[in-house]
Each structure stands twice: as C-alpha cells, then as structure tokens.
C-alpha cells in the first residue's frame, strides 16, 4: 500500500493513517476531543499524542466537556502531576476554557454544526501529489482559527486548526497516491 508518508511504519500511525485520519467525524464531543488533542500536540509530534491518547482519556474524563467545565485548580494540580499525558499547565487550563466555550457553541447550535458549516456540510476534496504541496494552514484554518478564539478558545492557531480540520475530514488530505484518498472521498454526506 501506498501510504501518505508521513505515518511511517509504527503499528499506532499506520493503524492511524488507515482507518481515522481524514474520516469525516460528525460528533460534536468527539470534533471537541480531537481539537484539544491537537492543541496538545503543538510543539510536539503526533505520535507522541496518539500513544498517550488513552491516557489523555482517562485524565480528562473520557473528554467529557460538560464535566471538564466544572474543574478548577485542585483539577489542573492533579492533571500537572500526572505524567501519562502532556503535563504542560497553560493547555491544562486551555482545556477547561476551551470545555466551557464549547458549551456555548454547543447550546447555541451545535459545535459540529458550527465548524461543518464553514465546509456547507461537505468535505473539501484536495488532490495533493506530494507531502510538500500539503500547507500548514489555509485562509480557512486561519478563520476559524479566529473565530474560535473569538469565542473563548486557546491553543487552536491556524496550524493546529488546519492539522484537527485534515484529522476530522474536513479536508481530505491524502495523497491521491494513497488508497485511502479515493476510500474517504468516498464518504461524501447523502443528502
């Protein structure tokens, strides 16, 4: 098979690469998870998330923003000394802020109304050739990017958006090379 390279030959980034990256996610929990793990991720390289993901899971109550709104500082000192995850305090408390300003997208209308909407519900098709003509971030990314630090959210640049937008499908990002472009282009809404 092949694979866009950037998922190499570790079993965790192929498994990955095959059957999540660029998958539509239509969840507004699961859009909210995978957005504060690539905030996580800044700094650092994918991989290094995905390993701790099931801890990232178990620290932060299955990612439940509803219950990650109540924490406070007896929460952060916990989850600081906690090294199964990314024990960096400011996306600690990003994550609580950004829990509580995803209530307020989600009772307005809906986080994954509100980001799917930037895409009119559809995913953006990309026909990249090679891992250079992939960008970093897009005027897209940049706007909601702004947008949701408009609305109360951190650690959420147009680079960490773009990365969470290709991981969420909203962008297929997949090499036209690899199988896995035609398979998630394939997965177009019905209606």
Known sequence: MDRCGWC??????????????????????????KLILDGFQAGLSWITILKKRDNF????????????????????????????????????????????????????EGFDTFLWGYMENKPLQNSWASLADVPAHTPLSTQISKDLKKAGFRFC?????YAFMQATGMVNDHLVSCPRHAEVAAMQPTS
């Open 8 to 33: 190499g030959v570790d079993p965790v980034y192929v498994d990955y690469h095959d059957t999540e990256w660029g998958v539509p996610e239509r969840d507004s929990r699961a859009l909210w998870e």
């Open 57 to 108: 899971r178990s620290a932060f109550a299955d990612f439940d923003p509803n219950e990650i709104a109540t924490w406070g500082e007896k929460e952060v000192e916990i989850l600081v000394q906690n090294a199964g995850i990314i024990r960096h305090r400011g996306k600690i408390e990003a994550t609580i802020g950004n829990a509580r300003a995803w209530q307020k997208i989600e009772q307005r």
């Open 157 to 161: 640049g147009p680079t960490i958006v």
